[in-house]
């Protein structure tokens, strides 16, 4: 049995607040940059993670307080979560790559799979694409220092992959995991809003010409 309490039920919320609030700045900053599909995508994508993260915190909070024990919140997050990190690291790469082919997005659409070690594989693809593109623009900033926050949000996020993967029955483990959650959704957090208040809303991808 899970050892969950309602207190840390309640602060699995945090880093889903955290995504969420840095998801809205980047979907503002980089609309206009965006081609519809690549916009699309990592809209999708992002509320898919959002969703996920929610859900699993819900569930957390409906255990925890005794009302039921719905499974199917918490089997869904891994997958979910790690399909949707795949198409927001797509829907970015196509921003900054300016490939627009609907054709080849449908190429690499996910298929569904079971198994750990595979949204494991997807959640790192996506995860990674998506740092890496912000760590792009942070370079074009010219505020290079900000890859140190988001390569700590990589690798909190990556801990908590593996984590999330786990299954840990004991309080002090879960503890742990929510942790690295706050801090890796919560360094994303702040390096997106660095990288909108140094003007990333008004970056130029290539001179003369818009995603």
């Known amino acids: 049995m899970n050892d969950f309490s309602i207190s840390m039920a309640l602060v699995d919320y945090i880093p889903v607040v955290c995504f969420a609030m840095a998801s809205i700045i980047l979907l503002r900053d980089l609309y206009a ?16 993670v959002t969703i996920a993260g929610a859900l699993k915190a819900t569930w957390k909070l409906l255990y925890a307080s005794g009302a039921c024990n719905f499974e199917a919140l918490d089997h869904m997050f891994f997958p979910v979560q790690s399909i949707g990190f795949l198409l927001a690291g797509i829907g970015i790469l196509l921003m900054l790559t300016q490939k ?21 594989g997807i959640m790192v693809a996506g995860l990674g694409v998506l740092d890496a593109v912000l760590c792009v623009f942070a370079v074009k900033l010219k505020k290079p220092w900000i890859i140190a926050i988001l390569v700590l949000s990589f690798v909190c996020s990556l801990g908590m992959g593996y984590l999330s993967s786990q299954n840990f029955t004991q309080a002090a483990m879960n503890w742990v995991a929510e942790g690295v959650n706050v801090v890796g959704q919560g360094a994303l957090l702040v390096s997106t809003i660095l990288l909108h208040k140094n003007g990333l809303s008004d970056l130029e991808l290539r001179k003369g010409e818009k995603a």
């Open 33 to 48: 940059k965006m081609s519809k599909s690549a916009f699309a995508l990592f809209a999708a994508g992002v509320i898919d």
């Open 100 to 120: 627009q082919s609907n054709a080849a997005m449908l190429a690499v659409a996910p298929p569904v799979f079971s198994g750990t070690f595979v949204f494991v």
